[in-house]
């Protein structure tokens, strides 16, 4: 009798036996399988073994949060009633590569691995991944999983070989895609399916493969497992959502306020579906929140509390179908009023106002207060990241959904979790006296662990001519800088950009858009303020641009226009040689927008001291 008829038969498995199943189920990772050959027991092997689909492993991500989960059950028990269930099915890579086999790609998949950046014919490889037919078998065995889910909706997620391991995460690199699964069963199977495809082409999606580039792992054997769970959330007038979600950060260099404990971790909470947990908001603020101080805000009048909060959720349209984007004033009349006081706070001071002029209103805006100040709560995710930090021996970040049972006590779905690819910071040493060679000098907004690097080029934004330049040029300003960041590829050279407002927004009128693939070179980024404009820094904390930015140990501030900033000297730039023209041929344009300075004949360093939140970038000439 072989290993999987007696884990199929329920039968014990030996020590030996335990590790094989592990290696061909779980992980062959040997930090994850030392984990999971710990704490794992049979009975654990063969639920995850009667929920696969196909044969093959089921992946870092889904690997990632059985184990998360298991560890709260044995280290931190009392919280497990305050967990929901995942209601999780794997599909395993030997599906991914039976599907490459049938849809005449594994040949290019290969050559794509073989040549690497000099393969060409990734867009053909693409649209075979997206078109592509699935056996009849498989077929069979999704219309039985969607039984199990009946109308519920669900989120097909990448769960690859290299996901959320102690190597690289690959935060947001892969797609996740939800499924409403409504209609009838050939509509819902189409609907599943097509969602697979999606996530098999995103393989081959720019910024994974510029990812994968950095980091060496273009000939890597990246297999797609996926990862099937069912949506957190229950059904509003025509939508469907959680009342809150977030994520969280078990360790957080990363000082917003002079007083916070990096240790102590923070989370980013919303309400609604995730999506706007993990990606930039524009014109949106997301609730960050330091657990040592977890009532604790930067933003102390209500007016200001106001300004600075959500003002939309990303809900599941079951009349439209996919993900919505919505106003929170438009949902508000959907929510008990249990669930108002857990993610919204009323604005007394308009109401105050509304009242003088005859007019009874409550005037509500969503902050997450009544769960900030949910003292059990805060205590139970403080609690739970720093046990998962012991465990995996180094920080981690995690993905949660939350609903209140019929007892309106707040129960957590936990999705994701993963390893922090980021270092201890130590004490750095600012030389004093030198403000006449001070590019910039910053106090608590700067995102990165103590360090000094040297700085050989600086990219900056111009930002009165970005505003002025019209708004259908302004995504070409992203372009530009990309292929700066192209022309960066290989050279022993330290970048360092600046722009106006937010980066990373889909939002041109908020800051400049770029991807991934676009700053990948790049090793200190800040976001500069421009009022002029309207251009204003939002750091992004503990979304996918972030985890980049932590795992890329690249440094990420902001240059604002209050006390935070004690010196910004773009004037330092101007005598320094220009060289845009010779960097980016293509775009000569916007040169006026976009300015390239050679530091070669500078000494220039960005010194960041962590504990004390201060930054410099500090110019002078090279003593020769």
């Not at 209609?183 to 098999?200: D, H, M, N, P, T």
């Not at 990363?254 to 990606?279: Q, S």
């Not at 960066?488 to 407002?501: F, I, S």
Request: aromatic share 10%; net charge neutral; charged share 30%.
């Amino acid at each position: 009798m072989d290993i999987w008829e007696k884990l199929q038969r329920k039968e014990p498995l030996e020590p030996e036996e335990r590790k094989a199943v592990c290696n061909g189920l779980l992980t062959t990772e040997e930090r994850m399988e030392s984990l999971i050959l710990k704490y794992f027991r049979d009975e654990d092997f063969q639920e995850v073994y009667g929920r696969r689909i196909g044969k093959g492993l089921i992946g870092g991500k889904a690997c990632g949060v059985l184990l998360a989960r298991k560890l709260i059950a044995e280290r931190l028990p009392e919280y497990v009633p305050k967990l929901l269930d995942h209601h999780s099915y794997f599909i395993g890579s030997d599906v991914f590569y039976r599907y490459l086999l049938e849809n005449d790609c594994l040949e290019l998949r290969e050559r794509h691995r073989r040549e690497k950046e000099r393969f060409r014919e990734a867009g053909l490889l693409k649209e075979r991944l997206r078109n592509g037919h699935f056996s009849k078998d498989f077929e069979d065995a999704l219309k039985q999983m969607l039984l199990y889910y009946k109308d519920r909706p669900v989120i097909v997620r990448s769960s690859s070989f290299l996901e959320d391991g102690f190597g690289k995460a690959f935060s947001g690199k892969y797609e996740s895609v939800f499924c409403m699964n409504m209609g009838s069963q050939e509509e819902r199977l189409e609907e599943l399916k097509e969602a697979i495809r999606r996530v098999y082409a995103s393989t081959m999606n720019e910024s994974a493969l510029e990812y994968r580039k950095k980091w060496n792992l273009l000939d890597a054997d990246e297999q797609m497992a996926l990862l099937i769970q069912q949506v957190e959330g229950e059904r509003q007038g025509e939508y469907y959502f959680p009342i809150a979600s977030g994520m969280g950060c078990s360790y957080n260099p990363y000082k917003w306020m002079e007083h916070m404990n990096p240790d102590a971790g923070m989370l980013r909470l919303v309400a609604g579906l995730g999506t706007r947990a993990v990606e930039r908001t524009p014109g949106d603020y997301p609730r960050l929140v330091c657990l040592d101080h977890a009532r604790a805000n930067i933003h102390t009048s209500i007016a200001e509390r106001h300004k600075y909060s959500q003002r939309q959720a990303d809900v599941l349209s079951l009349s439209q179908g996919g993900v919505q984007t919505e106003m929170v004033d438009r949902l508000i009349p959907l929510l008990s009023e249990e669930q108002k006081k857990l993610v919204l706070s009323r604005d007394s001071e308009a109401e105050s106002m509304l009242y003088q002029r005859g007019m009874f209103k409550r005037v509500y805006f969503s902050d997450c207060g009544g769960l900030v100040n949910h003292t059990e709560f805060m205590e139970m995710m403080k609690r739970i990241l720093k046990m998962l930090e012991k465990e995996y021996e180094r920080p981690v970040d995690i993905e949660f959904a939350l609903r209140m049972d019929e007892k309106m006590q707040v129960r957590v779905n936990l999705f994701q979790c993963r390893p922090l690819q980021t270092g201890v910071s130590e004490q750095i040493r600012i030389p004093a006296g030198v403000d006449d060679a001070f590019l910039f000098d910053l106090r608590c907004t700067s995102m990165k662990r103590s360090k000094k690097e040297r700085v050989d080029v600086i990219v900056w934004v111009d930002p009165r001519n970005y505003y002025e330049c019209p708004y259908a040029k302004k995504a070409e300003v992203g372009r530009v800088i990309g292929c700066i960041n192209q022309y960066y590829e290989g050279q022993d050279k330290k970048l360092m950009l600046l722009v106006p407002g937010r980066v990373g927004t889909s939002s041109p009128e908020l800051g400049v858009p770029v991807s991934y693939a676009d700053i990948s070179r790049f090793a200190a980024i800040c976001e500069v303020a421009y009022s002029e404009a309207g251009y204003r820094p939002d750091l992004s904390y503990g979304s996918h641009m972030f985890q980049d930015l932590v795992e890329a140990d690249v440094y990420y501030g902001a240059i604002n226009e209050n006390s935070k900033t004690r010196l910004y000297q773009p004037k330092l730039l101007k005598p320094l040689p220009e060289i845009f023209s010779k960097v980016c041929v293509a775009y000569p344009e916007q040169g006026e927008i976009v300015k390239v300075y050679d530091l070669s004949e500078m000494d220039a360093q960005l010194l960041l001291d962590a504990k004390e939140g201060r930054a410099v970038c500090w110019l002078k000439q090279k003593d020769h």
